[in-house]
């Protein structure tokens, strides 16, 4: 089993529809949950920091971390045309960047 | 300022050969890092440094150096190119404290190994 697991799509939705983006795991030590952003052939954009359980919103983004279920979302409300992407999780134990874990990353479609 | 740079932006190597992926940032990051990103796997960390003159090994070290002679620069080299090492190559620096986290991807280099 891997350490991150997320399901690669494409998942494809109409303009104005809620995106909701999922990423399971096996260690228990992850405290640290990032959701990166990557528009096809340019570098990842880290997008949303959460750190531990609960919330964290940023405009029509929300971060959302499930440590009892191991499990980490990202909600896009209101989804458009430029938000097409790859979308990739990463997790960690500590705030080491040595020690980020990837997911192989998401590819949405949001259909005008 | 212009974050962190990557050159070539594309790459074809025969087997055997060595090259020199450069990277450079300008925001006085002291955490660099090289990932490849592979269809299927993820980002996979090669190698990082902490600060200037401090280099360690990532999950996948094997065929690659580094060196770091300055907070701004931190090259990749490629000693005896591999089929294995086609791979799109990122290159990052960040910056953390104990809540908080920035990280800031270069374009990425296109590397082709024949």
């Known amino acids: 089993q891997k350490e991150v697991e997320q399901d690669p799509g494409p998942l494809s939705v109409p303009e104005g529809a809620i995106v909701s983006l999922n990423c399971t795991y096996s260690?228990?030590?992850?405290?640290?949950f990032m959701w990166y952003r990557q528009y096809s052939r340019k570098g990842p954009e880290l997008l949303m920091y959460t750190y531990s359980s609960g919330n964290k919103e940023d405009g029509r983004f929300t971060a959302q971390v499930d440590k009892s279920s191991k499990y980490i979302s990202l909600f896009i409300r209101d989804s458009q045309p430029s938000d097409s992407a790859t979308y990739l999780c990463a997790m960690s134990g500590d705030n080491y960047g040595q020690n980020f874990v990837f997911g192989p990353g998401t590819r949405l479609s949001v259909l005008p | 300022n212009a974050g962190v740079t990557q050159t070539p932006k594309f790459q074809v190597l025969k087997t055997g050969q060595s090259m020199t992926l450069q990277c450079a940032q300008d925001?006085?990051?002291?955490?660099m890092s090289w990932y490849r990103q592979d269809p299927g796997m993820g980002l996979r960390l090669i190698h990082y440094?902490?600060?200037?003159?401090?280099?360690d090994q990532g999950e996948v070290p094997n065929g690659y150096n580094v060196s770091r002679s300055t907070t701004e620069d931190f090259p990749l080299r490629l000693l005896s190119a591999a089929p294995s090492q086609t791979s799109v190559y990122f290159c990052?620096?960040?910056?953390?404290?104990?809540?908080?986290?920035?990280?800031?991807f270069g374009p990425g280099t296109r590397l082709t190994v024949t």
């Open positions: 925001m006085n990051h002291e955490y």
């Open positions: 440094s902490v600060g200037a003159g401090i280099t």
């Open positions: 260690n228990s030590a992850f405290q640290y």
């Open positions: 990052a620096s960040s910056y953390s404290t104990d809540r908080s986290y920035e990280q800031y």
